[in-house]
C-alpha cells in the first residue's frame, strides 16, 4: 500500500489528532517503562558481578584462606574491578542478553550467563594484565570462585529480576496490546499459550480471520473476531494495537506479504507464528549465505554417528544412577503393589519404539491385572476409576515410569525422546495424523519436549506430534539437558499426570 498525503493547507480531524497523540503518549510511556526495565538489569547485573568478585577476593584473605605475594591497593582493587565489571557487561550486550523478550527459557538463561561470563573472565584476565601488567595478582582460587559466585549470583538476579518485572506486566504496566491474524489451530495455540502465561505482558484485543477459513465466528473463548483480514489496518489503527502475530495455515506467500505490506506504515511489531517453519524448537532460524545468497537454514539431521554416542552415553550414565540411588524407593514401591492389588508388581506391554520396531516397556503396575479386559486399549483420563490406591498416588508423581529406567539402560529407550504407543494407537495416527511416523527416527524417551510443555495423557495427538518433530529434528545435549530439568520441575505440579 502506499501512503497517502493531506492536500496542501488541510490538517487532520480532530478525532484522528487525538488518536495520534494519545498513541504517541502510550508509546513514550511504553518506552521509558522498557528503558527502566532493561536499566534495572544492567544495574543489578554490575552490582552482582562485583559482589560475586568482591567476595571471592576479600574473604579468602579475610580467613586466611589465601596468601597472596601481593595485595591489591584501594586504587588497583577498584580498576581491576572496574574492568571485569565492565567486560562482563559489554560480553552481555554483545551477546544479546540486554534485548527485551518474554518467556525466555530458566535453562537457555542459565546457559547464556555460563558461557558469556566464561569469555569475559578470559578477557577480563588479558585487560587486566596490559592495564596493570606485574601488578595484577589473581589466583587461580581467586579466578574460579569468582567465576562460580558470579554464574551463581547473576542468574539468581535475573531469575528475581523476571519474577518482578513478570509480576509488574500482570498488573497492567507495560502491556503490549496483541491482535492475532488467524482463527484456525495455530492461532488458537498462540491464545492458549498466551492465556496460560499473562506474566508476558499482552493483553489480546482480537482476533482476525482469513478469508479462506471460510466465515468467521464472532469470538474465540470470549475473544472477539474483527471480520477479516482486509480491513488489517483499520483494526490496527482503532485498536491501537501494538503486536501483530500472523498465525495462519497454508497461506500463500505472495497473501503473507500482502498482509504485512497493509502495516508496513503503523507502528506496530510483527510476529510470524512459523507455519511452514513448524520444526524450529529453539524459536531461532539459522541464517546462513551460499556464495552471497542469504538462506536460512530450517532443518538440520539431530543426531549423527557422533551425537548418538554422546546421547547413549548420557543415557547410561543417568539410567546407572536413578536405578542404584532410587532402588529402595523402587523395593518399597514393589512392596507395596503387592500388599494393594493381587497380581505382578510389573507392568509389560508392548510398545512401538526406534525405527518402528516394537519392544516391551516396563511399568509399576498401577491397575488391576484385567483393567482393560472389556474396554479394549483406552487413554486413561482425570476421572479414570481403574488404577489402585498406590497406583494413583504413583500415577500422580510418574512413579509408576521408574522402571523404564531398565529399559534406557538396556538400549530399548532414552531418558529424553518422544513418548512409545501402543501398535493399537500407532496404526490409528500414521492413518490421520501427517507425518506420525517420522518421530520413530529417534529412540522413544521416558520423557520429552511434549510432555514437559502439558501434552501429556488425554491430550492433542496432533499438537504432541509436532512438539515430538520439533525434538527430533532439533536435538542437542543442551535440549535434553532442558528437557531433564524441566521434568523434574513438571512432576510435581502436572495438571495432566493421572
Not at 510470524?272 to 524459536?283: H, S
Not at 510389573?346 to 474396554?375: I, W
Request: hydrophobic share 45%.
Amino acid at each position: 500500500m502506499t501512503k497517502t498525503s493531506l492536500p496542501a493547507g488541510m490538517s487532520a480531524a480532530p478525532g484522528a489528532r487525538d488518536h495520534a497523540l494519545t498513541r504517541r503518549a502510550t508509546l513514550v510511556r511504553r518506552r521509558w517503562t522498557e528503558t527502566l526495565f532493561l536499566g534495572t538489569q544492567v544495574v543489578l547485573d554490575a552490582l552482582l558481578v562485583a559482589l560475586a568478585w568482591f567476595i571471592a577476593y576479600r574473604v579468602p584473605v579475610a580467613l586466611h584462606l589465601l596468601r597472596l605475594p601481593r595485595e591489591f591497593s584501594a586504587v588497583q582493587g577498584l580498576v581491576v574491578l572496574g574492568i571485569i565489571v565492565g567486560t562482563t557487561l559489554t560480553v552481555f550486550a554483545v551477546g544479546g542478553l540486554y534485548r527485551l523478550g518474554r518467556g525466555a527459557s530458566r535453562v537457555d538463561t542459565f546457559y547464556k550467563i555460563c558461557t558469556h561470563l566464561s569469555l569475559a573472565v578470559l578477557l577480563a584476565i588479558a585487560f587486566n594484565a596490559i592495564v596493570l601488567h606485574e601488578n595484577v595478582v589473581l589466583s587461580r582460587r581467586v579466578l574460579v570462585l569468582g567465576w562460580l559466585l558470579a554464574i551463581a549470583l547473576v542468574t539468581t538476579g535475573r531469575l528475581l529480576h523476571g519474577f518482578v518485572v513478570g509480576q509488574v506486566r500482570l498488573r497492567g504496566v507495560a502491556v503490549d496490546r496483541l491482535l492475532i491474524v488467524g482463527t484456525g489451530t495455530n492461532a488458537r495455540i498462540v491464545h492458549d499459550k498466551i492465556r496460560k502465561m499473562p506474566e508476558l505482558g499482552y493483553h489480546l484485543v482480537g482476533f482476525l480471520a482469513h478469508p479462506s477459513e471460510g466465515t468467521p465466528p464472532d469470538t474465540i473463548n470470549g475473544v472477539p473476531v474483527y471480520g477479516t483480514t482486509g480491513r488489517l489496518a483499520e483494526v490496527v489503527r482503532r485498536h491501537r494495537i501494538d503486536e501483530l502475530i500472523l498465525a495462519l495455515e497454508g497461506t500463500p506467500h505472495a497473501e503473507a506479504l500482502d498482509l504485512v505490506y497493509q502495516v508496513m506504515d503503523l507502528p506496530v511489531n510483527i510476529r510470524v507464528y512459523p507455519d511452514l517453519f513448524r520444526l524450529i524448537t529453539n524459536d531461532e532460524l539459522t541464517v546462513s549465505d551460499l556464495g552471497g545468497l542469504p538462506m536460512v537454514t530450517v532443518r538440520t539431521a539431530g543426531l549423527r554417528t557422533w551425537s548418538r554416542i554422546v546421547k547413549r552415553a548420557v543415557d547410561l550414565a543417568v539410567s546407572s544412577a536413578v536405578l542404584v540411588f532410587c532402588s529402595p524407593l523402587m523395593l518399597l514401591l514393589a512392596i507395596l503393589i503387592k500388599l494393594d492389588s493381587p497380581g505382578p508388581v510389573f507392568f509389560v506391554q508392548e510398545r512401538v519404539g526406534h525405527d518402528g520396531v516394537p519392544f516391551n516397556l516396563l511399568k509399576f503396575r498401577s491397575m488391576p491385572v484385567d483393567a482393560e479386559k472389556e474396554t479394549g486399549p483406552v487413554w486413561a483420563t482425570p476421572d479414570d476409576p481403574r488404577p489402585t490406591r498406590i497406583g494413583r498416588f504413583m500415577r500422580r508423581y510418574s512413579l509408576d515410569e521408574l522402571p523404564q529406567f531398565i529399559n534406557v539402560f538396556l538400549g530399548e529407550m532414552s531418558v529424553v525422546g518422544p513418548r512409545p504407543e501402543r501398535p493399537h494407537f500407532v496404526e490409528q495416527f500414521r492413518q490421520t495424523i501427517p507425518y506420525y511416523m517420522a518421530r520413530h527416527r529417534e529412540k522413544s524417551g521416558i520423557t520429552g519436549w511434549a510432555q514437559v510443555n502439558g501434552l501429556r495423557g488425554d491430550t492433542s495427538i496432533q499438537e504432541r506430534t509436532q512438539y515430538d518433530l520439533y525434538y527430533v529434528e532439533n536435538w542437542s545435549l543442551l535440549f535434553d539437558i532442558k528437557i531433564m530439568i524441566k521434568t523434574l520441575a513438571r512432576i510435581i505440579n502436572d495438571e495432566n499426570a493421572y
